[in-house]
Protein backbone atom coordinates (compact mmCIF):
# COMPACT_ATOMS: atom_id res chain seq x y z
CA UNK A 1 0.00 0.00 0.00
CA UNK A 2 1.37 3.60 -0.73
CA UNK A 3 2.38 6.08 1.45
CA UNK A 4 1.21 9.18 1.32
CA UNK A 5 2.23 12.61 2.84
CA UNK A 6 -0.17 15.57 2.60
CA UNK A 7 1.36 18.84 2.03
CA UNK A 8 1.51 22.84 1.04
CA UNK A 9 2.20 23.04 -2.62
CA UNK A 10 4.74 24.75 -4.08
CA UNK A 11 5.64 26.02 -7.21
CA UNK A 12 7.74 22.42 -8.44
CA UNK A 13 4.30 21.23 -7.91
CA UNK A 14 1.80 23.01 -9.90
CA UNK A 15 2.18 21.16 -13.49
CA UNK A 16 1.42 17.48 -11.31
CA UNK A 17 -1.34 19.69 -9.40
CA UNK A 18 -2.67 20.80 -12.50
CA UNK A 19 -2.59 17.67 -14.48
CA UNK A 20 -4.53 15.66 -11.57
CA UNK A 21 -7.36 18.88 -11.90
CA UNK A 22 -7.17 18.96 -15.91
CA UNK A 23 -7.47 14.75 -15.16
CA UNK A 24 -10.42 15.16 -13.82
CA UNK A 25 -12.90 17.68 -15.41
CA UNK A 26 -12.31 15.72 -18.68
CA UNK A 27 -12.34 11.76 -17.34
CA UNK A 28 -14.88 12.31 -14.27
CA UNK A 29 -16.93 15.42 -15.24
CA UNK A 30 -16.88 14.75 -18.92
CA UNK A 31 -16.79 18.73 -19.44
CA UNK A 32 -13.18 19.27 -20.01
CA UNK A 33 -11.69 22.47 -19.64
CA UNK A 34 -14.16 25.46 -19.43
CA UNK A 35 -12.31 28.62 -19.30
CA UNK A 36 -14.93 30.70 -17.03
CA UNK A 37 -15.40 27.34 -14.56
CA UNK A 38 -11.40 26.67 -14.32
CA UNK A 39 -9.23 29.32 -14.86
CA UNK A 40 -7.79 28.50 -11.36
CA UNK A 41 -6.51 25.13 -12.85
CA UNK A 42 -4.34 26.76 -15.31
CA UNK A 43 -2.72 29.65 -12.95
CA UNK A 44 -3.01 28.05 -9.71
CA UNK A 45 0.24 29.85 -8.46
CA UNK A 46 -2.20 33.37 -8.75
CA UNK A 47 -5.61 31.97 -7.18
CA UNK A 48 -3.64 29.79 -4.22
CA UNK A 49 -0.40 30.10 -3.78
CA UNK A 50 -0.03 34.10 -3.53
CA UNK A 51 -3.21 35.22 -1.59
CA UNK A 52 -2.05 34.70 1.74
CA UNK A 53 -5.51 33.32 2.56
CA UNK A 54 -5.29 30.75 -0.27
CA UNK A 55 -3.55 27.23 0.15
CA UNK A 56 -3.49 23.93 -2.44
CA UNK A 57 -2.45 21.26 -0.73
CA UNK A 58 -1.02 18.05 -2.50
CA UNK A 59 -0.84 14.60 -1.59
CA UNK A 60 2.25 12.78 -2.93
CA UNK A 61 2.56 9.17 -2.78
CA UNK A 62 6.14 8.87 -1.61
CA UNK A 63 6.70 5.20 -3.05
CA UNK A 64 6.34 6.64 -6.19
CA UNK A 65 9.02 9.39 -6.16
CA UNK A 66 6.65 12.13 -4.76
CA UNK A 67 3.66 12.04 -7.21
CA UNK A 68 1.18 13.89 -6.96
CA UNK A 69 -1.41 11.76 -6.76
CA UNK A 70 -4.61 14.23 -4.95
CA UNK A 71 -4.98 18.01 -4.58
CA UNK A 72 -7.19 20.09 -2.36
CA UNK A 73 -7.78 24.00 -2.55
CA UNK A 74 -9.33 26.57 -0.20
CA UNK A 75 -9.82 30.00 -1.39
CA UNK A 76 -12.17 33.34 0.06
CA UNK A 77 -14.12 33.38 -3.18
CA UNK A 78 -17.53 32.74 -1.94
CA UNK A 79 -20.36 31.39 -4.66
CA UNK A 80 -21.00 34.15 -7.32
CA UNK A 81 -24.17 35.03 -8.03
CA UNK A 82 -24.87 34.15 -10.98
CA UNK A 83 -24.92 31.17 -11.69
CA UNK A 84 -25.59 30.08 -8.20
CA UNK A 85 -28.57 31.80 -6.24
CA UNK A 86 -28.32 35.21 -5.00
CA UNK A 87 -29.05 33.95 -1.42
CA UNK A 88 -26.16 31.36 -1.44
CA UNK A 89 -23.99 34.30 -2.10
CA UNK A 90 -25.33 36.76 0.37
CA UNK A 91 -24.94 33.56 3.29
CA UNK A 92 -21.76 32.72 1.97
CA UNK A 93 -20.19 36.04 1.57
CA UNK A 94 -15.98 36.68 0.42
CA UNK A 95 -13.62 37.13 2.58
CA UNK A 96 -15.69 35.73 5.02
CA UNK A 97 -16.51 32.02 3.24
CA UNK A 98 -13.65 29.60 2.45
CA UNK A 99 -14.43 27.81 -0.33
CA UNK A 100 -12.83 24.29 -0.50
CA UNK A 101 -12.44 23.28 -4.53
CA UNK A 102 -10.97 20.63 -6.14
CA UNK A 103 -10.86 18.05 -3.83
CA UNK A 104 -9.61 15.52 -6.69
CA UNK A 105 -7.66 12.10 -6.15
CA UNK A 106 -6.76 9.90 -8.42
CA UNK A 107 -8.74 7.07 -9.62
CA UNK A 108 -5.68 3.87 -8.99
CA UNK A 109 -5.47 6.25 -5.44
CA UNK A 110 -9.00 6.43 -3.86
CA UNK A 111 -10.44 4.86 -1.52
CA UNK A 112 -7.55 5.24 0.87
CA UNK A 113 -8.93 7.86 3.12
CA UNK A 114 -7.30 10.74 1.14
CA UNK A 115 -9.75 13.13 -0.16
CA UNK A 116 -11.27 13.39 3.57
CA UNK A 117 -7.38 13.67 5.06
CA UNK A 118 -7.23 16.62 2.76
CA UNK A 119 -10.41 18.06 3.51
CA UNK A 120 -8.94 17.54 7.13
CA UNK A 121 -6.14 19.42 5.92
CA UNK A 122 -8.06 22.47 4.74
CA UNK A 123 -10.44 22.58 7.29
CA UNK A 124 -7.49 22.98 9.86
CA UNK A 125 -6.27 25.75 7.28
CA UNK A 126 -9.32 27.88 7.52
CA UNK A 127 -9.65 27.49 11.27
CA UNK A 128 -5.92 28.52 11.83
CA UNK A 129 -6.90 31.88 9.77
CA UNK A 130 -9.36 32.92 12.34
CA UNK A 131 -10.98 34.97 9.47
CA UNK A 132 -13.35 32.56 8.05
CA UNK A 133 -17.12 31.99 9.56
CA UNK A 134 -17.84 29.52 7.46
CA UNK A 135 -16.56 26.72 4.89
CA UNK A 136 -18.81 26.33 1.66
CA UNK A 137 -18.33 24.13 -1.31
CA UNK A 138 -20.16 22.84 -3.97
CA UNK A 139 -20.02 19.55 -6.19
CA UNK A 140 -21.90 17.76 -9.17
CA UNK A 141 -23.85 15.06 -7.39
CA UNK A 142 -23.32 12.75 -10.83
CA UNK A 143 -19.95 12.42 -10.28
CA UNK A 144 -19.73 8.68 -9.00
CA UNK A 145 -19.29 9.00 -4.75
CA UNK A 146 -18.96 12.91 -4.51
CA UNK A 147 -22.35 13.59 -3.00
CA UNK A 148 -22.31 10.71 -0.66
CA UNK A 149 -18.60 11.94 0.33
CA UNK A 150 -19.73 15.25 1.12
CA UNK A 151 -22.79 14.38 2.80
CA UNK A 152 -20.25 12.82 5.25
CA UNK A 153 -18.47 16.06 5.51
CA UNK A 154 -21.40 18.53 5.83
CA UNK A 155 -24.55 19.34 5.35
CA UNK A 156 -26.37 19.70 2.13
CA UNK A 157 -27.81 23.66 2.10
CA UNK A 158 -28.85 23.74 -1.37
CA UNK A 159 -30.35 20.85 -3.50
CA UNK A 160 -30.34 22.39 -7.55
CA UNK A 161 -32.07 19.16 -8.74
CA UNK A 162 -35.37 20.64 -6.95
CA UNK A 163 -35.24 22.93 -9.29
CA UNK A 164 -33.92 21.25 -12.77
CA UNK A 165 -30.30 22.44 -11.23
CA UNK A 166 -27.47 19.86 -11.17
CA UNK A 167 -25.30 21.12 -8.47
CA UNK A 168 -25.52 20.59 -4.43
CA UNK A 169 -24.10 23.21 -2.40
CA UNK A 170 -22.72 21.72 1.26
CA UNK A 171 -21.42 23.74 4.42
CA UNK A 172 -18.54 22.21 6.23
CA UNK A 173 -18.90 23.12 10.26
CA UNK A 174 -15.64 24.77 10.99
CA UNK A 175 -13.94 24.20 14.37
Sequence with gaps: MPSYRIRTATPADLDAARAVMLDTVYRDFGTG?????????????????APPRHTLLVAVDEEDGGAVAGVAALDSRGPAHPPNPAWLAERYPSGE???LRRVYVRPDHRRRGL????VRELMG?????????????????????????????GKAVCDEREDGGETVHFEIPLG
Design 125 to 153: FAAADGGYRSVYLHTDPAVPGAEAFWRSM
Design 97 to 99: TAQ
Design 115 to 118: AREL
Design 33 to 49: YVPRWHADIIDPAAFYL
